[in-house]
């Protein structure tokens, strides 16, 4: 079993919080990872997916009443968020008896936004962890290539071969559109939502243009602003916002938008392989958004991250934003001779943060210029443990 880096936090979280919900896309690992933690604390454990578990919550107060006394793990919470209340409650029994942590774990596919009558709920109650897909530092930079390729999910890395690892995926975009999606919204036809969700993956990194997904589609723009909402919301999906800043300059203030997972992306556009991938238009995209992606996994919670693009051409493909206001530039290139385009020079005159990078498939640290420095996907992420 692969350890996951989000092991501590999660014991972190239960040991000073009365609720946790660990958040995170279908087959990513929650379940696991709340078992093996789960174990070491003589918890109970609830699959909502279960009619047998459904069954025990007719009386939710009652049933969880008679288990007080220990952690409760209640998976796939987003079928019964009229629990969300019942919850409170008896949160605020057990702290009135001095049990102040350690209640209740909470497993959901969805960002709870989804689940608005959590948010407010249990406000002041819940901690909130997102388990990404695997991650670089999980398995090891060795590891690079197949991770960007096939993607962060477990079963879909450890497959035998490339074709198991891409029909994973493919049953995997299936099941969403059939079984999962239909349950978080309006009937949405599967058809359409793949092709939307194919739509995203050809437009990778891209910035959003509503109006133009909506024409493609034959629906109007608010429609297809509310499937982009669900795919967010699933964790699917992430919109990067641009930095806004008063600098007398004309600044892109669209969104980004692309696909999270690498291997879902190239699994829509039907690449089975690497040789596929690195001939196919789609490679640099996929490459900067995997790159971009990782290193959000990594930011400490406060940090921020944005792109920066102004109407004259200055760009920074990722801009992170710390809490005391410094800011690191980022920028990505898939080449092992990379160079700065000027547009990055511009940005960082524009910005001036006080660390810039360049990421790149190699993996030697080299100072690039005087004040730029290349480094690996691998290294930086390591960097972003301890800055």
Same mark, same amino acid.
């Given at each position: 079993?692969?350890?996951?880096?989000?092991?501590?936090?999660?014991?972190?979280?239960?040991?000073?919080?009365?609720?946790?919900?660990?958040?995170?896309?279908?087959?990513?690992?929650?379940?696991?990872?709340?078992?093996?933690?789960?174990?070491?604390?003589?918890?109970?454990?609830?699959?909502?997916?279960?009619?047998?578990?459904?069954?025990?919550?007719?009386?939710?107060?009652?049933?969880?009443?008679?288990?007080?006394?220990?952690?409760?793990?209640?998976?796939?919470?987003?079928?019964?968020?009229?629990?969300?209340?019942?919850?409170?409650?008896?949160?605020?029994?057990?702290?009135?008896?001095?049990?102040?942590?350690?209640?209740?774990?909470?497993?959901?596919?969805?960002?709870?936004?989804?689940?608005?009558?959590?948010?407010?709920?249990?406000?002041?109650?819940?901690?909130?962890?997102?388990?990404?897909?695997?991650?670089?530092?999980?398995?090891?930079?060795?590891?690079?290539?197949?991770?960007?390729?096939?993607?962060?999910?477990?079963?879909?890395?450890?497959?035998?071969?490339?074709?198991?690892?891409?029909?994973?995926?493919?049953?995997?975009?299936?099941?969403?559109?059939?079984?999962?999606?239909?349950?978080?919204?309006?009937?949405?036809?599967?058809?359409?939502?793949?092709?939307?969700?194919?739509?995203?993956?050809?437009?990778?990194?891209?910035?959003?243009?509503?109006?133009?997904?909506?024409?493609?589609?034959?629906?109007?723009?608010?429609?297809?602003?509310?499937?982009?909402?669900?795919?967010?919301?699933?964790?699917?999906?992430?919109?990067?916002?641009?930095?806004?800043?008063?600098?007398?300059?004309?600044?892109?203030?669209?969104?980004?938008?692309?696909?999270?997972?690498?291997?879902?992306?190239?699994?829509?556009? !039907? %690449?089975?392989? #690497?040789? +596929? @991938?690195?001939?196919?238009?789609?490679? $640099?995209?996929?490459?900067? *958004?995997?790159?971009? /992606?990782?290193?959000?996994?990594?930011?400490?919670?406060?940090?921020?991250?944005?792109?920066?693009?102004?109407?004259?051409?200055?760009?920074?493909?990722?801009?992170?934003?710390?809490?005391?206001?410094?800011?690191? !530039? %980022?920028?990505? #290139?898939? +080449? @092992?001779?990379?160079?700065?385009?000027? $547009?990055?020079?511009?940005? *960082?005159?524009?910005? /001036?943060?006080?660390?810039?990078?360049?990421?790149?498939?190699?993996?030697?640290?080299?100072?690039?210029?005087?004040?730029?420095?290349?480094?690996?996907?691998?290294?930086?992420?390591?960097?972003?443990?301890?800055?």
């Amino acid at each position: 079993m692969i350890q996951r880096y989000l092991t501590s936090h999660l014991k972190d979280a239960l040991a000073h919080a009365p609720a946790v919900a660990l958040l995170g896309p279908r087959q990513v690992g929650k379940t696991t990872l709340a078992l093996e933690v789960g174990r070491q604390l003589n918890a109970h454990y609830l699959d909502l997916e279960s009619e047998q578990d459904r069954a025990k919550l007719v009386q939710p107060e009652l049933y969880l009443t008679d288990h007080q006394d220990r952690l409760v793990i209640i998976d796939e919470i987003h079928r019964a968020p009229g629990l969300f209340p019942v919850l409170r409650g008896l949160i605020d029994k057990g702290r009135r008896a001095g049990r102040r942590s350690g209640q209740y774990l909470l497993l959901g596919s969805a960002s709870l936004d989804l689940l608005r009558q959590s948010g407010e709920t249990l406000a002041g109650r819940i901690a909130y962890l997102e388990l990404s897909p695997l991650h670089l530092l999980e398995v090891g930079a060795p590891s690079i290539d197949q991770l960007w390729v096939r993607g962060g999910y477990p079963d879909s890395l450890l497959a035998a071969d490339d074709n198991r690892s891409l029909r994973w995926r493919q049953d995997f975009i299936r099941t969403y559109l059939e079984r999962d999606i239909p349950q978080f919204g309006p009937r949405i036809a599967a058809e359409t939502m793949r092709r939307f969700w194919g739509m995203l993956a050809h437009h990778q990194g891209g910035l959003l243009n509503t109006a133009q997904f909506a024409r493609n589609l034959g629906v109007d723009a608010k429609t297809a602003a509310s499937y982009l909402d669900l795919l967010v919301d699933l964790l699917l999906v992430r919109r990067l916002q641009p930095w806004h800043a008063n600098l007398g300059k004309r600044l892109v203030k669209t969104p980004k938008v692309y696909v999270r997972d690498s291997g879902l992306v190239h699994a829509l556009l !039907a %690449i089975p392989d #690497k040789e +596929s @991938l690195l001939s196919h238009p789609v490679v $640099g995209q996929s490459w900067e *958004c995997f790159v971009i /992606e990782t290193i959000l996994t990594f930011v400490p919670r406060e940090v921020q991250g944005y792109f920066y693009r102004t109407s004259g051409g200055a760009e920074i493909d990722l801009l992170l934003v710390w809490p005391n206001g410094s800011k690191w !530039a %980022i920028e990505v #290139k898939r +080449s @092992l001779a990379p160079k700065v385009e000027r $547009g990055f020079h511009a940005a *960082c005159l524009d910005l /001036e943060p006080e660390r810039k990078f360049l990421v790149y498939p190699g993996t030697e640290r080299y100072r690039f210029s005087t004040d730029i420095e290349a480094i690996s996907i691998f290294e930086l992420a390591g960097l972003l443990q301890s800055p």
